[in-house]
């Protein structure tokens, strides 16, 4: 009977759908608008050949939304082909041309001889709730950041000892921005209107605040070039940025509520290192866990796990890995360093490793030269020795696990 295997090249307005048989010869090679007709359409009558299909695609989400709950919904298997398998897969077929028809072959291709590409599922409504909330969350932290150094810099020309005093996280300091940017505005004000206005909007240690930010504004009398302007500009900026700070605190409060609903909410945040926004990141990228066989799988795919790297007599030797999940990897490694100031075992361990000499970074290896025995220092101990010793050769493999131990 056969089996028939559909990669497709996912595009903004339109897809490539290359299908395949067992003998790898093509069935169909069509582009299609991405649209929920066109994509049941094409699905229908490839269902109508009676034969078993599979189908991959190179985007999980984004543009490929519409297409793969489409697929799901008839019940579709659909895998994952990553864009680097795809790259990598496209140098073993003949040529070099690159079009959508060429990438979507390579993905039935890829399809049809790998068994162990990813499934694709429809994520729980909780997780993709925890996607959208922690990319939007990510995108609010960065306007969060930009607006600050623009406040610092304009904070910094009109007066430093402003900027030095005042500290942008406080909503004291950006209400007080709101409404007076300069030394000579402050000083006019005079400490009671300022302490009134600060009491009126909730400012906690105003009174601390009012008399630092006098006795800064009284160290300067001079008004810089384009002062006015700046302050105006200034006085918006402040207000964008108490915005951007509400939005934040109102997108934290929903995604605590969604990670409590999850079914792993309470595990991960029980973890140590781990609040409930890198929960939220990690059950984002995660989802269940159903998609990983054992904790190791977890960590490979996170980039925590080493991989060899041997050859002939050169074995025992591993290195860290250069394809992983960057978000997992991002995760774990914000909470290691979070735990170090909530979890004594951490603490302990991290004290332990650093006593041993190990590092956050480690130094590049040393390029080999071509000629070994003209090497020396550095360099010579990237390679194994020369001498037929078998006892040096050990203590070769053993310099170089100690090294390589020591890269995060």
Known sequence: MGSLWAGVDVGKTHHHVCVVNDDGTVVLSEKIPNDQQAISGIAGRLGKRRKPIRWAVDLRGGPASLLLAVLLDRGADVRYVSGTVTSRMAEAFHGERKTDAHDAYVIAQTLRMRADLPTLTLADGVQQQLKLLVSRRLDL????????????????????????????????ALRLLVQWQTPGGLRRAGEACILAYLRQHGVRAAKALTAKVLTAARTQTVAVAGEATAAGILAQMATDLEAVNDRIVAIEKTITAVVAEHELGEIVTSLPGIGTTLAAEFLAHAGTLTTYPSAAALAAHAGLAPISRDSGRRQGHQIRPHRYHRGLRRVFSM??????????????????????GKTHTAKPPQPCPDNASTSSGPASATRPPTSPNNQDQERWRCANSRRDSCRP
């Open 335 to 356: 909470s290691s360093f979070t735990a170090l100031t909530h979890c004594p075992r951490s603490r302990a361990y991290y004290d332990k490793k650093r006593a041993e």
């Open 141 to 172: 932290v960065a306007d969060r950041v930009r607006l600050t150094a623009r406040i610092q810099d304009l904070l910094t020309m009109i007066s430093p000892a402003l900027e030095k005093t005042l500290n942008l996280r406080s909503k004291g």
